[in-house]
């Protein structure tokens, strides 16, 4: 059955007013003509194996895990909880690491590395490198003046996300919260970031960056080798008095927006709203955001596509990748049978990933997994197919917008045409006026050709599926 939400609804659906979705701006700044990678809970030498896949089908960047010492145990965020800025991990060695930077910048594949600043473990005990630690006391580095004693809520931690000086100064989660305003601190933290720098990192995630002043993060990022790339976390939040947009200045930024829009459309099997498309649904201008599908957060909270819906994850990766909304990031991950549940490990670590992948290199999606089960997700035909689609549309825009029950498709300027069906069930025939010149073209995903005849594409779409046409 066909839904359509309206323009209100979907903002509503993303938690905001309807006056707050404005549209996103592509520019030829920024890094927008990159495409990313996370890999999550992959180790180094993992990375560093699919390095060369990720450089052959060209992607720019790949997010790595937080690779500092952490607390040790199963559940997978564990790494959350720095206990030093060691870099021993449940990923490997400072080596191994270091090798990974290495051979993934020998594929073209730059590493952003997931930088933990905004807290310490939660925790007493002894870290995964034989650091022995307790809260607000990590020897070497941090004592209890480094950090905020907020005495607002009745345990220090955050209870109210509307307030901003609970947000920025109590505990999240109640891991211990740096003051990154103390020169102690940003110093404690350059040298982090100098070191993953010196051995080849390009860029940074800032975990939990809503929870640090945008000033701070500004001041700290100031003092970091010009062309560091910064990519922050900030959730957008109805209501909130911290907004994505005030970390604009020092980094790009996470459209969560986005990726909840993509699960409504898809599972809803409904076209975008009349007179909307995704360019809209976006509210970070297009050069500072990342566009995404699911990330670890979100596939475990439900908010977004995750691998129980494998055809509705690569119709909306096809979907992001013909779009011209942001900087895309691929997500890649294993199945979990419950939020804690890590990724198979053993005493040294976490295990090797395995890509059921053919002579291609290529890995087909299934309709279901075993918890463990690395999904490779990266490797499915379709991402390589639209990562073609986006390198021949690059610099295009988005125009000839066709929406018809659950079809929704574009064309790209002169260069290509996108389409899919979102219906489960009913086969669509659809057909459209393009900007792309009367001839012949081949669809990425199939192979098959099309023809443009009298200024109309036309097709029959089976259901839950897609065309990315080139010419050619
Ligand atoms: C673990 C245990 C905890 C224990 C803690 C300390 O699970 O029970 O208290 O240890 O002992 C990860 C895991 C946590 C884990 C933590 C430390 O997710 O389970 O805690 O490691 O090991 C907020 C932050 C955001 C954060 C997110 C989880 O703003 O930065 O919470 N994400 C990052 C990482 C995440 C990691 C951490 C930070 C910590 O990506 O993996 O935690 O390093 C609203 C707020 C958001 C808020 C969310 C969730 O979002 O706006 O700011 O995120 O709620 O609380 C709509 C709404 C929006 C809402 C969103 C999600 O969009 O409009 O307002 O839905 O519900």
Known sequence: MSKSLSAAALC??????????????QSEEGYVDQVGVQLFMYNWNSVAAECEYLGEIGVDWVLVAPPQEHIVGDNWWTIYQPVSYRLESRFGTREEFAAMVK??????????????????????????????????????LYALEDFHQCDITFDDSIQNYADRTEVQTCELLGLP?????????????????????????????FDAAKHMAASDLEAIVSELPEGT???HEVIRGSGEDVQPEEYVASGDLWEFTYAYALKSYLEMEMVVP????????????????IAFVSNHDTERNGKTINYNNIVDFELATML??????????LYSSYAFAGYDDG?????????????????????????????????CQHRFASTAAMLKFRKAVIGTSVDGIYQSDSSYGFSRDDKGLFALNASSTATQNIEFETTLPDGEYTDLISGKKFKVEGGKFSAELAAKSAVALIRG
């Open 229 to 231: 790339r910064i990519l």
């Open 274 to 289: 009349e007179g909307q498309d995704l360019r809209y649904i976006g509210h970070v201008p297009s050069e500072s955001a």
């Open 103 to 140: 051979t993934c910048g020998d594929n073209g594949v730059d590493v952003i590395a997931d930088a933990v600043i905004n807290h310490m473990a939660n925790n007493n005990g002894i870290g995964y490198a034989g650091t022995e630690f307790t809260k607000y006391d990590y020897p070497g």
């Open 320 to 329: 992001m990748l013909a779009e011209n909304y942001g900087q895309p990031m």
């Open 177 to 205: 919260d740096l003051d990154q305003s103390r020169p102690n601190v940003r110093e404690k933290i350059l040298g982090y970031l100098n070191d993953l720098l010196s051995l080849g990192v390009k860029g940074f995630r």
């Open 343 to 375: 990724p198979n490990q053993t005493e040294s670590g976490v295990s090797d990933v395995k890509c059921d992948a053919n002579k291609a290199g290529v890995v087909s999606p299934k309709s279901s997994y075993e918890p463990g089960d690395w999904i």
């Open 12 to 25: 509503a659906t993303a938690g905001l007013a309807l006056t707050g979705c404005v549209p996103g701006s």
